[in-house]
């Protein structure tokens, strides 16, 4: 299509300004709740590399991140993150072998996790034992229903396909069919990484069980002093950091890790640091603890430098220089897209010491917004000519409100601070959308004036004037389907709306039709 960015693909398919800049808007939602993720993920990593609190390993990272990201550019980043996932899958693999090993005897853990363990009892079995014995529930229960799994699993898929960090990637290819390839090829290495997760995830829970549950805690004593059943030295390493802890209730100087909150003293456990703890709760070589630190560091700094990449050419590219001035020089546009960086940095920072919940689930409501809001407009307007300005306009907005503001409700409910945070930031939208349409006319009025209620409702919530909503709870999910899977939800209306209001509207120019018909010919492309 020849358009290096995903706005300036709407921006020509959906020939609006306005459809441009929504899909700036959606960009920047998306790229700046998963950066929240990623920041977090590369705050642990350093916190336990160089053995300091967790904020100061977030600001540690965010620099590095910063640096390389805006030296580089899309070329740099294009090189590091090739790099950058060798190592991160082999980072993954060879302690995930290595556990499966020790564990169950099979080099392959994705055989591991469903064969038996070393004494022959089934692995699962044998964890769903442990737990009930400890008060939890059962490993292989579950606590999310079957629409639910579908859901998430839908949000995860069709919102990999509207992720504008992975989509800008394939730009950087000189063929489609080059693109296709890549994307086959990276399906496999995907498919290899989530179906040993699971294997990881067991694996981690027994260890940690088996070596922390019961033992005697011996910080204050020198490794050699310390008695055979002492907590492993990992224990006393990750509590470092703030993000694992042990308070003797009982006073017996052993760590009695319980479901029950009134025995258990294993008081603080953040569930993210067990992909990087999982080697050294195994008891592995060093090397292999090492490599998967690296590996860590590496997933996690490659994919926040392709999202600051986004977040700067959003701002720089696609609003600026598009939109809002388009007479100013490259030179300019470059410095405004380094100042982008700089600020999304310095909001992914706040981001990462407070994130909305763990790195997992973050991602997966990054995945669910841009399921809702690219996804549809991405699809359509490839798949249906029919398909117009005003509906991609309204599918973007609805499904990225919508999911928007279920994520919000239930995860951290509209307190009034953050209600006053997310109507200000919608009515600086608002009147950036009213400015960049450059109308003037009666049509462009409501959008100035929803900008201005907007803007009044976000100083009251600001300033707590504004009465607040509690979070929601599990109860009240629509459906049964949690903020993680949402996404597929926001998705179908926005699909719905999308159809909708193109078929109770104008068709596009025949030019523009045209112009998907030719997009759809795949050897017109191929080069």
Request: proline share 5%.
């Amino acid at each position: 299509f020849g358009k290096f960015t995903v706005p300036d693909f709407v921006g020509d398919r959906y020939y609006s300004q306005a459809a441009r800049i929504v899909a700036v808007i959606c960009a920047l939602f998306v790229s700046f709740t998963y950066i929240a993720g990623q920041m977090r993920g590369v705050g642990i990593a350093f916190s336990n590399f160089l053995h300091v609190p967790i904020e100061v390993g977030v600001i540690v990272g965010a620099i590095i991140v910063l640096f390389y990201a805006v030296l580089g550019g899309m070329r740099g980043i294009t090189y590091t993150q090739v790099a950058q996932y060798c190592v991160l899958i082999f980072a993954f693999m060879v302690p995930a072998i290595f556990l499966s090993l020790q564990i169950t005897g099979t080099p392959i853990p994705q055989l591991g996790f469903i064969g038996n363990a070393q004494d022959g009892t089934p692995l699962l079995q044998g964890l769903d034992t442990t737990l009930v014995d400890l008060g939890f529930q059962p490993y292989t229960d579950g606590s999310k229903s079957t629409l639910d799994v579908f859901a998430i699993t839908l949000a995860l898929m069709v919102g990999t396909a509207g992720l504008p960090h992975v989509i800008i990637r394939f730009f950087t290819v000189p063929k489609a069919s080059d693109a296709r390839r890549s994307a086959g090829w990276a399906l496999i290495f995907i498919a290899i990484l989530y179906t040993t997760a699971p294997a990881v995830a067991v694996f981690a829970r027994s260890n940690f069980i088996e070596t922390v549950n019961e033992s005697t805690y011996a910080a204050d004593l020198a490794p050699e002093e310390r008695p055979a059943d002492a907590t492993p030295d990992w224990f006393y390493n990750w509590e470092e950091t703030g993000l694992l802890g042990f308070t003797d209730l009982n006073g017996d100087g052993r760590i009695q890790y319980r479901a029950d909150p009134a025995e258990n003293e294993v008081t603080t456990l953040d569930r993210d640091i067990f992909v990087l703890a999982n080697p050294e709760i195994g008891n592995l070589p060093a090397w292999v603890i090492g490599l998967v630190v690296a590996g860590g560091l590496a997933a996690a700094l490659s994919t926040a430098a392709g999202l600051l990449m986004v977040i700067s050419s959003a701002v720089s590219h696609d609003l600026c220089k598009k939109v809002l001035l388009p007479d100013m020089s490259e030179t300019q546009e470059l410095l405004v897209a380094r100042t982008a960086a700089m600020v999304a940095v310095l909001i992914a920072i706040i981001a990462g010491i407070y994130p909305p919940g763990f790195v997992a689930a973050v991602v997966a409501f990054a995945f669910g917004l841009a399921a809702a809001s690219f996804f549809p407009a991405i699809f359509l307007g490839i798949f249906w000519k029919r398909m117009n300005k005003e509906g991609a306009v309204s599918g973007m907005s609805i499904g990225l409100l919508t999911t928007g503001a279920y994520i919000i409700h239930f995860k951290i409910g509209f307190s009034p601070i953050v209600t006053g945070v997310v109507a200000l930031v919608l009515a600086l939208a608002g009147l950036v959308l009213f400015i960049g349409t450059r109308t003037g006319g009666r049509g462009s009025m409501p959008v100035l004036a929803g900008s201005g209620l907007l803007g009044l409702v976000g100083l009251l919530g600001v300033t707590g004037i504004l009465p607040g909503l509690s979070p929601g709870t599990a109860d009240d999910w629509f459906l049964g389907i949690s903020p993680e899977g949402f996404g597929a939800v926001g998705m179908l209306l926005a699909f719905a709306v999308s159809i909708s209001v193109s078929l109770a509207t104008k068709a596009p120019p025949q030019d523009v039709q045209d112009m998907v018909e030719e997009i759809r010919i795949p050897s017109a492309r191929t080069g």
